[in-house]
């Protein structure tokens, strides 16, 4: 991901002037991250090593959503459906 594409995310997601932290950023960032990692495990399927990647990153963003569902639930539902992901269980 390079520069231009991130400050794209963070202004896009961000919640005052100077946030690059929140976790509607951060969940958004490591989406598009899972998103490149996806198209790359589909022409090279067996790279083991990006699989375990992709499977942490997942899991990291699967905390992050679980946090914000309990903080704001609001804030979540306005989250997934702006990113087209499904809902953490």
């Excluded at 991901?1 to 961000?14: A, P």
């Excluded at 899972?34 to 375990?52: A, C, F, P, Q």
Aim: hydrophobic share 35%; proline share 0%.
């Amino acid at each position: 991901m390079d520069k231009q594409v991130k400050s794209e995310i963070i202004s896009k997601f961000k919640q005052s002037e100077n946030d690059t932290g929140s976790v509607q950023v951060q969940v958004a960032l490591l989406t598009e991250r899972i998103n490149h990692l996806t198209e790359h495990l589909k022409k090279n399927k067996m790279d083991n090593h990006s699989r375990r990647g992709l499977m942490m990153l997942v899991g990291k963003r699967k905390g992050f959503l679980q946090y914000l569902k309990d903080r704001d639930i609001e804030a979540y539902r306005k989250l997934i459906k702006e990113l087209n992901i499904r809902e953490v269980k």
